[in-house]
């Protein structure tokens, strides 16, 4: 008699890429996070460097419903009050983009857009999202940190003392990361451990996130 054949569970892992194609790699059974590294272009780099030297509150948040004869998301509002600052156009383009490719990538209908200027740690201590997958990028300031399967036992997230002091990755400023939650069918006990990286006395950093939420 045979022994049965118990199916081996992918090696969970983090890919990247120079392209936007590597963001299809989070499609893969056991990626958990797949990251574009990407070089902003100039005029969405200072417009993101502009808006944290002015130092005016932003926190957007909007839901974009999209249908099959969408072609365009529908971002009228996102950072109204920074329309008239050079290079606006320029970033909403690129946001239109990330929410076209997000929903192209994933099939979604509607998603969760946020744009925040944030002076300190959102999400200070490691920890996984509660969501099938999000998208992060940091137009302005230090990109957000992460880490590898087994550097931390999940057991302790959210304890101070038991995150570790090295072996911690980070995301560059720019780069476009997709990351899986804990609502992911397969990978429900292996959402990406990340955080908000601790900020200095008067840094600050413009980041925004898409979430899928149909």
């Known amino acids: 008699?045979?022994?049965?054949?118990?199916?081996?569970?992918p090696?969970?892992?983090?890919?990247?890429?120079?392209t936007p194609l590597a963001l299809s790699d989070i499609l893969e059974d056991g990626v958990n996070l797949a990251l574009w590294q990407r070089q902003l272009p100039l005029h969405i780099a200072e417009f993101g460097a502009l808006l944290v030297a002015l130092n005016e509150p932003l926190a957007d948040a909007m839901v974009?419903?999209?249908?099959?004869?969408d072609t365009v998301p529908n971002l009228q509002g996102l950072a109204s009050s920074c329309s008239d600052l050079e290079g606006y156009e320029g970033?909403?383009?690129d946001v239109s983009w990330l929410v076209s490719a997000f929903a192209c990538l994933l099939g979604a209908k509607r998603i969760g857009v946020r744009l925040r200027l944030l002076d300190k740690a959102m999400c200070p201590r490691f920890h996984v999202d509660h969501v099938p997958v999000r998208l992060i990028t940091t137009y302005a300031g230090v990109g957000s940190q992460w880490l590898r399967e087994g550097v931390m036992d999940r057991r302790t997230?959210?304890?101070?003392e038991a995150e570790p002091s090295e072996r911690i990755e980070q995301v560059q400023c720019g780069d476009v990361a997709l990351l899986k939650g804990t609502r992911w069918h397969g990978?429900?006990?292996?959402?990406?451990?990340?955080?908000?990286?601790?900020?200095k006395a008067g840094e600050r950093r413009l980041i925004l996130t898409l979430d899928w939420l149909a």
């Open 1 to 9: 008699m045979l022994a049965p054949i118990i199916p081996l569970r």
């Open 11 to 18: 090696v969970v892992r983090q890919t990247r890429g120079e």
């Open 64 to 69: 974009i419903e999209l249908n099959d004869e």
């Open 91 to 93: 970033f909403i383009a």
């Open 157 to 160: 997230l959210g304890q101070a």
């Open 187 to 199: 990978n429900e006990e292996h959402g990406l451990i990340h955080r908000s990286p601790a900020l």
